[in-house]
């Protein structure tokens, strides 16, 4: 079964820091893999996703991530963190082909220090 | 464009009580999901339809929990009787089908309180 990892709670970072979430999956076949935000309050919104491709994908608010399959990971990156930043993310796989299961990590929450 | 709407925001009963859920998806959307978030297991599947008809129900914890599709435009999850383990965000989440993988787009969730 597939199963997804993230490594780290809690994450705070200064303010014009770098970002760095990590997250690892288990599965036999590569999946499809997203990163979604979680602001307080709020639903899940899809930061970016890979399904095929260049493996280096740009999402929405400056937020990238490089899938690595000999790595098995799939980490998230933001070169300089904004106060507007601090939220909850989550990894997320799903079989290739499916429309089905979002299997998701136990999520990070970032914190932005001024 | 409306998103993903649920309703209620809040909702608190008391164990024993019947509770009811609601999800408007995305006009055009043909696939609906429930979810459920908790501190313990995180966000987790619970049911999902494609079309209005169940596909996979593999995660609805019990016979208590059920979930219907009357129509395109609506889905309810129904829990009865509701258990203090039941307290969670439950969200709602469509999407349309165009031959790869697409966007789940969600609602803004329902947080259910079990006394």
């Known amino acids: 079964a597939q199963s997804v990892t993230q490594l780290g709670s809690h994450v705070s970072v200064s303010e014009g820091a770098l970002v760095l979430l990590r997250c690892n999956y288990s599965?036999?076949?590569?999946?499809?893999l997203f990163w979604y935000v979680q602001y307080p309050n709020q639903g899940l919104q899809l930061l970016l996703k890979?399904?095929?491709?260049?493996?280096l994908v740009k999402g929405i608010n400056g937020f990238e991530a490089e899938f690595k399959k000999s790595e098995t990971s799939f980490h998230l990156t933001k070169p300089s963190a904004h106060m507007s930043d601090a939220a909850e993310y989550f990894c997320?796989?799903?079989?290739?082909?499916?429309?089905?299961?979002?299997?998701f990590g136990k999520g990070t929450k970032l914190s932005v220090k001024p | 464009d409306a998103g993903v709407i649920q309703s209620p925001r809040h909702e608190v009963t008391e164990m024993g009580q019947e509770v009811t859920l609601r999800c408007k998806p995305i006009?055009?959307?043909?696939?609906l999901f429930w979810y459920r978030q908790t501190m313990m297991r995180g966000l987790e599947l619970l049911i999902y339809?494609?079309?209005?008809?169940?596909?996979?129900d593999s995660g609805m914890p019990e016979d208590r929990f059920s979930a219907k599709m009357p129509n395109a435009s609506f889905s309810t999850l129904k829990i009865q009787p509701s258990e203090p383990r039941d307290s969670a965000v439950y969200f709602c989440?469509?999407?349309?089908?165009?031959?790869?993988?697409?966007?789940?787009?969600f609602g803004p969730g329902t947080r259910l309180t079990v006394l």
């Open positions: 006009s055009g959307h043909d696939y």
């Open positions: 989440a469509s999407t349309r089908d165009r031959g790869e993988y697409n966007e789940q787009f």
């Open positions: 997320a796989v799903t079989p290739r082909g499916s429309q089905g299961n979002l299997i």
């Open positions: 890979y399904t095929t491709g260049a493996t």
């Open positions: 599965s036999s076949v590569p999946p499809y």
């Open positions: 339809f494609n079309n209005n008809v169940p596909i996979d």
